[in-house]
């Protein structure tokens, strides 16, 4: 019997830079693809590091950018990688341009979200995830107003919180606005956590005490061959499977797709429990 799928789409959103966004992206769409979930990552930052760190190298003329002008058809877009179930739109130079663009047209909200129609509606993808850049610009908030829910990397540091109240205003924004009425913090992950250090587990219990179970329950620990994978043009998940950032990043998507499941009549926890043991398969082969 065909599973049917509805597909969910996240943004992967943080105006603050380099909090983890992208390395969040790139892995969480590795151990979706590795659960048999059918993932397309669309990278909307002009700095393309979601195209490389899936080992794609950015062409002109190959991006959300030309359908965002009418030039051409999402479908046409869509890149296969070297790993089953993962595709990407890859990001191009030209994205930047698309926040000149889209100031003048009077649609610019709903600009992403006519553009995704086409492929949330045929309910192919599990997961569709945005890897938003560093900013608070049109694209952006565009972006967020195509989602089901925001997903916001966090880093264990201080001053982590007042980034979130920006992300919080515009989420309230959108939705009120009529933008997106259905938009949600899907959740918060925590980036970067060194589990050895005072302050980051004081940053991780202030943060817990103000969104609670918003907060996902796993967290990424800071760690080296996590960083070392995008220089290799792979994510950590397919690098290094057995280090503690592929790990974590296994444990997050399962939260995920828990807190989102997209196809119906499945036992979640059934195909879980059956991925584990293809991973351990795995690591014994
Ligand atoms: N768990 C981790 N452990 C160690 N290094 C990490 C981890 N996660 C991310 N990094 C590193 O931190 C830097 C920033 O990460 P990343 O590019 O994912 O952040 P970003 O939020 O997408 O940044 P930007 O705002 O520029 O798009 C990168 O060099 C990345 O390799
Ligand atoms: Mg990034």
Redesign the pocket.
Known sequence: METKIKTFVAAIA?QK????????VVNLAAALSRMHRTVLVIDL?P?A?ATTGLGQQPQEGVSLYPCLVGQAQIADMIQPTPYENLNVIPSEVNLSGSEIDLAQRPDRLAVVRNVLQAIRDANVFDYILLDC??SLGILMTATLAAADGIVV?MQAEYYALEGLSTMQNLITRLKEGGANPALELNGILM??VDFRTRLSMDVVDEVKKHFGDKVFETM?????R??EA?SFGQPVVFYDPSCR?AEAYRAFAKEFVRRNPTRERVDVETEIQKEEGDANHDQIA
């Not at 830079?17 to 969040?24: F, I, M, P, S």
């Not at 990424?220 to 080296?224: T, W």
């Open positions: 943080n830079g380099g909090v983890g966004k992208t390395t969040t930052d700095q590091n850049p560093p990397p980036t970067m990424i620990p800071r760690n080296v996590t960083s995008p950032g």
